[in-house]
């Protein structure tokens, strides 16, 4: 066992950075496209989406769910939210219809907010969620309510409603995440999560007043919007917001603004390094450049040092413990394929499939304790305890410790079948379940093969039906997009008369992995 617990403020996220706003006042808090808000500003307005969420009748523990493109709404939104103490739930904007009625109907969430474009998708499916009212940010509501132009100016003048009645251990954020069995979990985050590792991620990355951060990420995981949101405007930093990331345009942005920090997953990384020479920008402000959500392959930290001059910085973190572990901000501690150590507040074992730590050196799955671990599954107590043995959560990373240098921890696999493709996770037992639903098809077996760009790729081999005509790949892909988020959608599908198993009856991936590694469209 590795990492020392600490006592952590028994605050709420939203009154946190409410409080730093007041200290910042007039600099700029975030510049997404061309839209600058000081922190004076930043905090006004989520004053006034509060009074407008309270006359909606939004109350301490109310599930508000998001499906939003990235922009100031979704952000005033879900900090109005949490101020009232209500707990949102981000959804990702690439979900299908189906997805998104089911998180709403298993979080029962009173208030669904997205757009026109997005509730014409989806609106047929909401009926599954009956008990959950829509708001339409860009058109009148079903419910009555306006636009949203209209409805700020409704409430404008109106008392600051911010009463911030949810903390410590009351649930701040519901972030739906999927697994090897059964339907996508509902993971409770916390304020206790989210504050005490924010106040570790600043230590460690020494994060102030004086950073101005370059943000392209999506807002709705854990990366984006608990790192590097939260993260810096909890530090007073400046962030640079980018609605989507394009690597000239981001390259130029860290001249332009002086940006000192950016972080990434590995796919961001590649296809910036592959922009280098195109741009070369001056990187005289940056400070630190990190990565995350995925393995950094070896070859592209050396590549980046090589290029930029700067050797990147790992950490490993995951939705139900937020950040686990970190490479030292010393550049020349900051180890390729090593994701460092426990942050502060955070202990880290590696254990054996019977549950004994296994001796340093050796390799084991990877637990963790701490106030950045959540509390659980949303009303699924059987997957919460099968998660946790004695308050340790069993993260289904492989892990194993370096005894020669402070049990520095090195991920190398993943007990749990999981897929991750340019930093989104993909659980083949999803796409499986899909492809399997149409009606041409036997089995399916999906898995990832290696991919310079994505890190790992979504492949499936599919068996047919006896006497079925032979169905084109495309025409599975297509299926499996009008039911799934598209970068869950396998991008190759190959057919076989019978699926390989071992003697026990068990697919055999690894061999389906071997066989069609590098192989072309069929
Ligand atoms: C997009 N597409 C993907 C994909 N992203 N396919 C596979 N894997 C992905 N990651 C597909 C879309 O379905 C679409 O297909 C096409 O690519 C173009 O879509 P896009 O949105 O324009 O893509 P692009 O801008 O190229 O996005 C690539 C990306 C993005 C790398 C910028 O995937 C991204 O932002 N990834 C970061 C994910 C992240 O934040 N993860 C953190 C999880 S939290 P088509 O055919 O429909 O056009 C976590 C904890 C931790 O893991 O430790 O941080
Ligand atoms: P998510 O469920 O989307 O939060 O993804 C969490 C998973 O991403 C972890 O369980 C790891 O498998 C993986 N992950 C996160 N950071 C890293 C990293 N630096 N190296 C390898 N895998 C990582």
């Not at 025409?475 to 026990?504: D, V």
Request: overall charge neutral; glycine content about 8%.
């Amino acid at each position: 066992m590795i990492g020392k617990t600490r006592r952590c403020p028994e605050i709420n996220l939203a009154r946190v950075l409410a409080d730093r706003a007041k200290r910042c006042g007039d600099k700029p808090a975030v510049v997404f496209e061309g839209q600058r808000y000081t922190y004076r500003e930043f905090d006004a307005s989520v004053g006034r989406y509060a009074a407008l969420l309270r006359k909606m009748g939004i109350k301490k523990g109310d599930r508000v769910a998001l499906q939003l493109p990235k922009g100031m709404e979704f952000i005033f939104f879900h900090l109005a939210a949490l101020s009232l103490g209500a707990v949102t739930l981000p959804l990702n904007t690439a979900y299908a219809p189906e997805e998104i009625a089911y998180f709403l109907f298993d979080s029962e969430s009173s208030l669904f907010i997205t757009d026109r474009q997005r509730f014409a998708r989806v609106h047929k499916e909401l009926a599954k969620a009956a008990g959950t009212r829509t708001y339409l940010l860009d058109d009148a509501s079903p419910d009555g309510f306006g636009p949203l132009a209209k409805e700020l100016a409704g409430v404008e003048g109106a008392q600051d409603p911010r009463d911030y009645p949810a903390r410590g251990d009351d649930i701040a954020m519901i972030c739906y995440t999927s697994g090897t069995t059964g339907k996508p979990k509902g993971a409770m985050i916390t304020h206790r999560n989210l504050v005490c590792n924010l106040l570790a991620l600043q230590e460690v990355w020494r994060w102030t007043e004086r950073d101005v951060l370059l943000h392209v990420l999506p807002l709705f995981h854990v990366h984006g919007l608990a790192v590097a949101l939260h993260g810096g405007l909890c530090a007073g930093s400046t962030i640079i917001m980018h609605a989507r990331f394009d690597p000239e345009r981001a390259w130029a942005a860290i001249e332009k603004e002086k940006c000192t920090m950016f972080m990434a997953v590995p796919t961001i990384y590649h296809r910036l390094l592959n922009a280098w020479e195109a741009v070369k920008p001056d990187l005289r402000s940056m400070r630190v450049f990190i990565s995350g959500s995925a393995p950094l392959p070896e070859n592209l930290f050396a590549q980046f040092e090589d290029a930029t001059g700067f050797r990147l910085l790992e950490r490993y973190g995951m939705t139900e413990a937020q950040m686990i572990a970190s490479n030292p901000f010393d550049p020349a501690r900051r180890i390729p394929i090593s994701v460092g150590y426990p942050l502060p507040g955070v202990q880290i074992r590696v254990v054996s499939p019977s549950g004994q730590d296994v001796p340093p050196g050796e390799v084991g799955e990877v637990w963790v304790k701490g106030d950045n671990v959540f509390s659980g599954y949303w009303r699924n107590p059987e997957k919460t305890r099968e998660s946790f043995v004695e308050g340790w959560f069993r993260t289904g990373d492989l892990g194993r410790q370096d005894p020669a240098d402070q049990l520095r921890l090195y991920l190398v696999g993943r007990a749990k079948e999981l897929i991750i493709s340019g930093g989104y996770n993909v659980y083949p037992r999803e796409v499986e379940s899909v492809l399997e639903q149409h009606r041409a098809v036997r089995e399916a077996a999906v898995f990832g093969v290696p991919d310079e760009d994505l890190g790992e790729k979504v492949t499936a081999v599919v068996t047919l039906q006896k006497g079925a005509p032979e169905v084109p790949s495309g025409e599975l892909i297509s299926f499996c997009r009008q039911r799934l988020a598209g970068y869950k959608c396998p991008k190759e599908i190959f057919h076989l008369e019978e699926l390989p198993r071992n003697a026990m009856g068990k697919i055999q991936k690894d061999m389906l992995q071997k066989m069609f590694s590098g192989a072309g469209s069929q």
